[in-house]
């Protein structure tokens, strides 16, 4: 399983863009990236994953190196209460499958 | 409502009285998986299911048991609890493939304390 490299902490301010890096030059050819979230110590919340595009949803986009060895994701205007520990994941599935999370990296969004 | 349900959210035990945390879930998933956090670090995965009968070991499996005997539920069982299993642990679903809408699902926690 590929291994991932997160900064410890960032700072935002609010309505700002979030520019989460992460680094897996390790990846496999079916490995997706996965982004989750962990607000203070409840269940952790998806946001989003992809494989080689780039991808955007609701809550975030995803930007994927052509070599796949990088990563960032972006909350386009954040806001205080996206202040979390943000996980970068790389894996074929995340539940199914040895999937233990790293340490992340805490987001705090300023006012 | 889409959930992942685990109980009890708070336990405190004594040290070799054996306990069973719940998790169960309403989304008719096939994988099903248990992980615990330790303070500062991040989610460790103790086993996993991928159906019904079918488990196999995470990267902690050390002193926990499961089950998988129904779709919906995922028992995590400590036969012989420690102070050192003293956690926060997290059950998860997901349905199988890789494409949109099969993201994890996360139970609330269950913190646990062993004295």
């Known amino acids: 399983d590929a291994k991932t490299t997160q900064p410890p902490s960032m700072d935002c301010a609010e309505g700002r863009a979030a520019n989460l890096p992460c680094n897996h030059s390790?990846?496999?050819?079916?490995?997706?990236v996965y982004w989750y979230r962990q607000i203070h110590s409840q269940g952790p919340q998806y946001i989003i994953h992809?494989?080689?595009n780039n991808e955007t949803n609701e809550m975030a986009s995803l930007i994927i190196t052509e070599d796949r060895k990088s990563s960032t994701l972006i909350l386009p205007h954040a806001t205080l209460r996206d202040t979390a520990v943000y996980y970068c994941i790389v894996r074929v599935r995340l539940v199914a499958g040895k999937s233990t999370f790293g340490d992340g990296t805490t987001l705090t969004v300023k006012p | 409502e889409a959930q992942v349900t685990q109980n009890p959210r708070y336990l405190i035990t004594v040290t070799g009285k054996k306990l069973t945390v719940t998790c169960s879930q309403n989304m008719n998933h096939e994988y099903m998986s248990w992980y615990r956090q330790d303070p500062g670090l991040g989610l460790r995965q103790i086993y996993y299911?991928?159906?019904?009968?079918?488990?196999d070991k995470g990267d902690v499996p050390e002193g926990y048991k499961v089950s998988r005997k129904e779709k919906r539920n995922f028992p995590l069982i400590l036969e012989s609890p420690s102070p050192n299993q003293t956690s926060l642990y997290f059950c998860?679903?997901?349905?199988?493939?890789?494409?949109?809408?099969?993201?994890?699902?996360f139970g609330q926690g269950t913190r646990l304390t062993v004295v």
């Open positions: 992809g494989l080689k």
């Open positions: 390790t990846i496999s050819g079916n490995e997706y």
């Open positions: 299911s991928m159906n019904v009968e079918v488990t």
């Open positions: 998860a679903s997901s349905p199988p493939g890789t494409g949109k809408n099969t993201e994890a699902f």
